[in-house]
């Protein structure tokens, strides 16, 4: 398994936009850019936007990748006469967005172009929410790395070296407990206390209360302007409101 987990993938990652929260104290706009780096090697970087919190790059890049990589995005604002202004950043792990968006019931040999689209939370060095970035990651995925990839995580998750990727976490109290997949969007983070909270990639927002999975039969998806609604399959009915199994019982 160490071999597959090392061998290199191509990656194609399109960096299409962010919406940005407008740093305090400021009273110009800058030319935003991003910043993708894998595995701390040398940055890539978009183009510049200019005069804009709500940059649009559309900005490809094709990348190498392994099973383990871990990508790195951040946010930067141009300045012409000063020093740039670093607006936040935040990373993915490769074998997680794969585990979460792939199935694992794929042909073992045959490679699968798939695409997941995404959008990362940006947090600047005091942890405070600063925007998103938006991206669409493409690349050839087989059973075999699936499988790979699921193996290495529970190994991980086992030895305690990973605690966010796998359904078995730390309880408050020191306990385990077998734990439900969070919804689609969701994501579990650590603090620098490590506190457990919950990153709502959909919304934008955090949460210290884990989510809990959507009835069976509804989806959540977002309209033009980024706000979430929820679509119930069994009625054809949309609604703003996140249903629960309580209330939709």
């Not at 194609?12 to 030319?31: I, M, W």
């Amino acid at each position: 398994m160490g071999t597959e987990s090392n061998r290199l993938h191509q990656l194609k990652l399109l960096v299409t936009n962010a919406k940005l929260k407008e740093p305090p104290g400021l009273f110009t706009k800058g030319d935003p850019y991003a910043e993708v780096t894998v595995d701390g090697q040398p940055p890539h970087k978009t183009d510049y936007a200019k005069a804009t919190w709500e940059p649009c790059w559309n900005h490809p890049f094709d990348l190498l990748v392994s099973e383990r990589s871990e990508i790195e995005i951040k946010v930067f604002i141009k300045y012409r006469f000063k020093n740039d202004l670093y607006v936040g950043s935040n990373s993915i792990s490769l074998a997680q967005l794969l585990q979460q968006n792939v199935s694992n019931r794929l042909p073992l040999t045959s490679g699968n172009l798939v695409n997941i689209d995404k959008h990362v939370v940006l947090f600047d060095k005091s942890r405070a929410n600063v925007g998103a970035v938006f991206l669409t990651f493409n690349m050839a995925v087989d059973g075999d790395m699936m499988s790979n990839l699921i193996e290495g995580l529970q190994v991980a998750s086992s030895s305690g070296t990973s605690p966010s990727s796998s359904r078995a976490h730390l309880q408050e109290n020191g306990g385990t407990e077998e734990e439900e997949p969070l919804p689609q969007g969701w994501e579990t983070k650590y603090d620098q206390n490590g506190r457990r909270y919950y990153v709502d990639h959909n919304s934008r927002t955090t949460s210290w209360t884990r989510p809990k999975p959507l009835p069976s039969g509804w989806e959540q998806r977002q309209d033009p302007r980024g706000r979430p609604y929820y679509v119930d399959h069994n009625t054809r009915t949309t609604t703003w409101q996140r249903p629960t199994t309580q209330n939709v019982a």
